[in-house]
Nanobody
Framework: QVHLVESGGGLVQAGDSLTLTCVPS????????MGWFRRTPGSDREFVAA????????HYTDSVKGRFTISRVNWNDTLYLQMNNLKPEDTAVYYC??????????????????WGQGTQVTVSS
């Protein structure tokens, strides 16, 4: 069974940067949109960013626009989330996900069907 593995989380101060990485543990994900989500204790999972297969289309939640950048390198099947100017409210467990094929962009959140275990990002003030 294919799943995803995130890395790159950690404890940083407000204003710092982190880059999260996501790779599949098995077969590569060909032709699908990938995304990043986050969850804080007691809250629902929140969409953060998505990128289509070719990388030409991206979509962000308003709170991270201008600070976070999603990217992917398909030849090595790696997804990234560059996070700059981090804020305490960015503290969460971050998950990467792969969506099943959808005829549009971005796909609805219920189209994401393969998930990683998450990586903790903690931003101190």
């Amino acid at each position: 069974q294919v799943h995803l593995v995130e890395s790159g989380g950690g404890l940083v101060q407000a204003g710092d940067s982190l880059t999260l990485t996501c790779v599949p543990s098995g077969s590569a994900f060909i032709g699908v949109t990938m995304g990043w989500f986050r969850r804080t204790p007691g809250s629902d999972r929140e969409f953060v960013a998505a990128i289509n297969w070719f990388g030409g289309s991206t979509h962000y939640t308003d709170s991270v626009k201008g600070r976070f950048t999603i990217s992917r390198v398909n030849w090595n099947d790696t997804l990234y989330l560059q996070m700059n100017n981090l804020k305490p409210e960015d503290t969460a467990v971050y998950y990467c996900a792969a969506a099943r094929l959808f005829g549009g962009f971005p796909p609805p959140e219920n189209f994401y069907e393969t998930w990683g275990q998450g990586t903790q990002v903690t931003v101190s003030s």
